[in-house]
Structures are given as C-alpha cells and as structure tokens.
C-alpha cells in the first residue's frame, strides 16, 4: 500500500515535467510542419517568370527518347508553344483523356504549338500500350526523369495526368492536374475572337 502510495506521490510530482516535454514535443512538431509547408509552398510550383525563359530552354536542351528508344530532336521545338501532358499506361484518368488530346492536336498548327506527352511508365509498358493505341503526338520516355520534370514545372504532388502549357518564351500559360478537357486546352491555345 505504501508502494502504491509513492507511485502516485512520485507521478504527481513528474506529471508537470511530463506534461511541459509533451507540449514542447508538440509545438516542435507542428513549427517543424508549419515551416515544411510554407518552404515547400515557396518553392512548389513553376518558376518565377525571370527562369522560366532558362527552364524551357533546359526542358528543350534534355535527352529526351521516343518509345522505339530514339533521341527526339526537340531543338525543332525552339518557338513554339508546348503542351506537355504527362501520364502513365496504369492511369486510368490519363487513358481516358488521350483520344481526346490526340485528336486536338490533329487541329492545332504544328508550326506554332507542339504536343508532347512524356510516359512516367517503364518502357516495356509505355511500348505495349501504344502498339494498341494510336496516338497523334509525341511521347516520350520519362521515367524518373519525367517525374522530376513534372515536378519542376508545378506539380508538387506528383499525382498524374497533369498537363502544362508553356509559351514560347517559357511562360505558363495553363496547368492542370487531373483529366483536361478540349474547352481547356482552346481556351488556352486558340485565339479568341474579339
């Protein structure tokens, strides 16, 4: 009893301490959240306008490979707006977009955009899915690299599809993440009529 005792005397005395470590752990873990949000905030997201110029370049200045394991010459790109649609055979949202985004791009004008999907898939599964699937536009190969690039341009989360529209001089004109719509891609794309 006099054992009892002095555990409930000795925890009364420790509780105080216990309780100031648990809210020290606490406040430590929710500043150490807080600050990882507003740093990864500040960084999410495409560049500021000042390197987005020298992004586009570096995105054109990649060794970028076709699914037949080709360089693709993207210097031929230099000028034209690009719209990158990155996306994977396993994506269920990412299929069920592209006969629409290959059929928009047979009404665009191949001088002035160009349309590129990057596969963030294995080569194997990028190469079976399009021997049963035509597609009217680039692919390429992007595996780890493609991931790093789509996050680079604005997508943190990584999740797919996600599309970007970049001007010619590197400048966003449009993001989404999740399936595009043809109404998106002309708003962003096509003239407008004044």
Known sequence: MTEEINKKTALKKSFPLLLMLSLIGLGSLLLGSGASYWFSSQNAGVHPSSSQSALYQEFLDSSWKNVADEVVDTKAWKNKTLVINFWASWCPPCVEE?????????????????????????PSNLRQFLEKTTVSYQVL????EGSDWMKRLGNAQGALPYTIILSPEGKVLFTKLGKVSESELQSALLPKDK
């Open 141 to 144: 190969m992007g595996g780890l």
């Open 98 to 122: 592209m006969p629409m985004l290959s059929a928009f791009n047979q009404k665009i004008d191949a001088n002035s955009i160009q349309m590129v999907g990057i596969g963030i898939d294995s």
